[in-house]
């Protein structure tokens, strides 16, 4: 029988710790961690994601601001509001909702965060010392994804993991970060041939191309674990990820489910990215 991992209950055990530890830097340093979130326009979609991580920073007694732009903001001036926040000692961490509007160039954007404070980590930067295995601030949700196995002790050392997409926000990080963990990885995507053989080798197949039940039980090995990253509204309203879960239940060993699974480990490791960069630039500001 297929086991769930359920991402609530352990981003809830994970964000009581970063509350404590929230508390104790408080008390000790008299400062506290600052999350700002900046989002151009009024996608619905944006709006919902903005005001669950704003929701998830207060919980666990961070200061959350939001600023709100029209969609008509120009580039520049997003720019310059971002190397305002960048000298702000009172800001630890810089997110810039996106998809931004099309006539703003999001790469560049996210190139103007201060590294110190790319809580998201996506600045280039950020992806050289992943790869070089620096001390940096991951992306959210991969990082989400290897907690989430950790926590149920799937062996990951020696293990075949194969990864369907292949984006700098999910698909190339987890690269890396499977490597970290010793796994043998296959990364998959539009130009694959034979993608079934693939993904029926995989000890671990974690799905990120938001296809809606685009993996079925005859791509999935008996009892492999099954990690499914899409998220996706059907006509219906009803959510569902990138594998076929009614179908793909039967087979797996581990699987998350859509939604509850990956998502709110996304956002709780983006406040472990807070409360480390918080502390980082302390102590960098201690030692100078």
């Keep these: 029988m297929t086991k769930l991992m359920d991402g609530k209950l352990v981003s809830s055990q994970i964000r009581a710790e970063i509350s404590q530890e929230t508390e104790e830097f408080i008390k000790e340093m008299?400062?506290?961690?600052?999350?700002?979130?900046?989002?151009?326009?009024n996608d619905p979609a944006s709006m919902t994601y903005v005001k669950n991580k704003k929701k998830a920073c207060e919980a666990v007694g961070f200061k959350s601001?939001?600023?709100?732009?029209?969609?008509?903001?120009t580039e520049n001036h997003l720019i310059e509001l971002i190397q305002q926040l960048n000298e702000d000692n009172s800001v630890h961490g810089i997110l810039v909702q996106l998809p931004l509007p099309k006539h703003i160039n999001e790469e560049k954007i996210i190139e103007m965060i201060s590294v110190k404070k790319d809580v998201d980590g996506f600045h280039p930067y950020?992806?050289?010392?992943?790869?070089?295995?620096m001390d940096c601030l991951k992306p959210c949700t991969p990082s989400g994804v290897i907690e989430l196995l950790k926590y149920y002790d799937i062996e990951l050392k020696g293990r075949h993991a194969v990864i369907?997409?292949?984006?700098?926000?999910?698909?190339?990080?987890?690269?890396?970060?499977?490597?970290?963990?010793?796994?043998?990885?296959?990364?998959c995507h539009s130009q694959t041939k034979d993608l079934s053989q693939l993904t029926k080798s995989a000890d671990i197949l974690i799905v990120a191309i938001g296809k809606p039940n685009f993996i079925k039980a005859d791509m999935v090995k008996d009892q492999a674990v099954v990690v499914d990253v899409g998220i996706n509204r059907l006509e219906t309203g009803r959510l569902v990820g990138d594998v076929a879960f009614?179908?793909?239940?039967?087979?797996?060993?581990?699987?998350?489910p859509v939604p509850g699974g990956v998502g709110p480990m996304t956002i709780t490791m983006l406040l472990r990215n807070t409360l480390k960069a918080a502390k980082d630039l302390q102590s960098s500001s201690l030692s100078i």
């Design 164 to 187: 369907i997409g292949r984006s700098h926000i999910v698909g190339k990080p987890l690269i890396q970060l499977l490597l970290d963990e010793n796994a043998t990885v296959t990364i």
């Design 126 to 133: 950020q992806v050289g010392c992943l790869v070089s295995g």
């Design 246 to 256: 009614d179908e793909v239940s039967t087979k797996a060993s581990y699987m998350t």
């Design 30 to 41: 008299g400062i506290t961690p600052h999350l700002l979130v900046i989002i151009v326009g």
């Design 65 to 73: 601001t939001v600023i709100e732009l029209p969609v008509e903001t």
